[in-house]
């Protein structure tokens, strides 16, 4: 757009709307509004923008036909409204693009906020509303919060924040389908001791992008929030998009430099260059899993993970990294304590019991990033494999590797045993093969007792059978299969060798 008025003072006016120029509007209803020149003849232009300029109108957007064509003149000695001119644009969609420019300063300057930054926005909203603001993407994902403490919250907002997902499926809440079938914004109110909402759907050429909720501690100033939640809806629907597009980017470019930092010695230290990673102020890896059988739902459960990994670490770790690299949604966190690495990862597993978690060590070298990736990808495997023996009871989603030490370390050794020839024909063979032949479940029972430390009990309510069953099976393995099962080492050997089947799982 050029402007036209060499003695312009556009930077001093107030601008209060946009509207295209209608004959039958006095012109006094144009005072501070952008008025746009569709349709009108250009030697018709001069006048009208006379008669705007007595209007008090703030701006004349006009189009020129060609670089040649002069500016209107208004029969003024100092003529107060400037002329704009443009060429190519769409009427339309100059007028949604100064709209959704506006709308910032008609509701205070919502400046500071880098475009894409929901957090950010999300602050901002809840500063110009005065309550806690939520933006919810259309799947029902909450992809930006504010973190005003000053700010009253209620359960339904901790839950929510908490678990970045709506405790309702959007799909099934009558507030949230009410809400995209109005053509505004819309006020909750609260029917019990909790805060009411005023909601709003964001869309962008007919596409839903997602929602803002703003906690309405007062009800009787739900109309103004609304009417500022409609003025920003437009600026919030361009933040949505181009943080859509920055998450694919960085997807793509994290999963690349954080694989080459992990597996390619050789560029380690460009791939860090460009993450902004520092290795000698400590880094952690957190390797995140699903544990399902389901291999479409586990396609699908990563990306989730993925999501979630990422908004909760860019909220506490600026400066931090996520990508799915395998099976596995891998963050790489800088300078942070033990004890904070270990809340981030239980706030992200915390969200569903089938989400697992290893931490390895932390590290202060190149090399080192790729060992505590190993180690934290060890650890959550470990634990997919405890997850998945019914031996193991009770067993802990979070582990870091320091504490999964020892049982990787018996990992490793069941690896080598596999490959013994004294584990050709041994008792554990011998219980696999009587298994096979008659449908019995004597290993799974036998390594649930070993697990246990030979407590009947436990291992029958581990096995979800009674005790008498789980005394039979010992009395099968003992008599008819003939393995001493009072012999140490015998216990020892085939609790080493009922483990590996385990391992390959992982």
């Known amino acids: 757009m050029t402007p036209l008025s060499a003695d312009s003072t556009a930077h001093a006016r107030t601008y209060t709307g946009v509207d295209f120029y209608d004959p039958d509007v006095p012109v006094d209803d144009y005072r501070d509004h ?19 300029d007595s209007g008090g109108a703030a701006a004349l957007v006009i189009r020129r036909t060609s670089s040649t064509d002069e500016r209107p003149s208004i029969d003024r000695p100092a003529a107060r409204t400037p002329i704009l001119s443009h060429h190519d644009a769409d009427w339309a ?26 957090f950010g926005l999300a602050n901002a909203l809840a500063t110009l509303t005065e309550g806690a603001t939520s933006i919810v993407d259309a799947a029902g994902q909450v992809v ?18 908490l678990m970045l997902q709506e405790e309702v499926p959007i799909s099934r809440d009558a507030d949230y389908q009410g809400l995209l079938r109005a053509p505004t914004s819309r006020h909750f109110p609260s029917d019990t001791d909790q805060f009411g909402r005023v909601g709003i759907a964001v869309r962008a050429s007919g596409e ?50 954080l694989r080459t930092l992990i597996e390619d010695d050789r560029h ?48 506490a770790f600026p400066g931090s990294h996520s990508a799915v690299i395998g099976t596995q949604a891998v963050t790489l966190i800088p300078g942070a304590a033990a004890s904070r690495v270990q809340s981030f990862a239980h706030s992200v597993i915390r969200t569903d019991t089938a989400l697992l978690a290893g931490i390895g060590s932390q590290v202060h070298d190149f090399a080192g990033i790729a060992r505590s990736h190993r180690e934290a990808s060890a650890a959550v495997g ?81 096995l979800h059978v009674h005790q008498n069953t789980v005394r039979y099976r010992l009395d099968v393995v003992r008599t008819e299969l003939g393995i001493d099962l009072d012999s140490p080492d015998t216990r020892l050997w085939l609790w080493l060798r009922l483990s590996a089947p385990t391992r390959r799982a992982v």
């Open 268 to 315: 380690a230290r460009s791939a860090a260059s460009q993450l902004l990673i520092r290795p000698e102020a400590g880094c952690t890896v957190v390797c995140f899993r699903v544990d399902t059988f389901d291999e479409v739902e586990a396609v699908r459960g990563i990306h989730r993970l993925l999501h979630l990994a990422i908004s909760v670490s860019s909220a």
């Open 93 to 118: 969609q100059l007028a949604t693009v100064l709209r959704s420019l506006l709308s910032a300063h008609s509701v205070g300057h919502m400046t500071g906020v880098r475009l894409g930054d929901l």
């Open 34 to 52: 952008i008025v746009l020149a569709a349709g009108i003849p250009f030697g018709d232009l001069g006048t009208l923008a006379a008669a705007l």
């Open 208 to 257: 839903l992008l997602g929602s803002i909720w703003v906690i309405q501690i007062d009800p009787e100033l739900a109309p103004r929030t609304q009417t500022l939640l409609e003025e920003m809806e437009p600026i919030a629907a361009q933040h949505l998009l181009r943080a859509r597009e920055d998450a694919a980017d960085r997807d793509q470019r994290n999963s690349g430099l």
């Open 382 to 462: 470990a634990l997919m494999d405890a997850q998945r023996s019914t031996a193991r009871t009770g067993t802990a989603r979070l582990a870091t590797f320091g504490e999964m030490r020892d049982r990787l370390a018996v990992l490793q050794v069941t690896d080598i045993i596999e490959g013994m020839d004294a584990a050709v024909g041994d008792a554990a063979s011998i219980i696999a093969h009587h298994d096979a032949a008659h449908g019995t479940d004597l290993s799974r029972t036998l390594r649930t007792y070993l697990d246990l430390l030979g407590n009947v009990r436990e291992t029958a309510a581990a």
């Open 144 to 161: 930006g919060y504010s973190t005003h403490a000053d700010q009253p919250i209620d359960d339904i907002r901790r839950r929510t924040t």
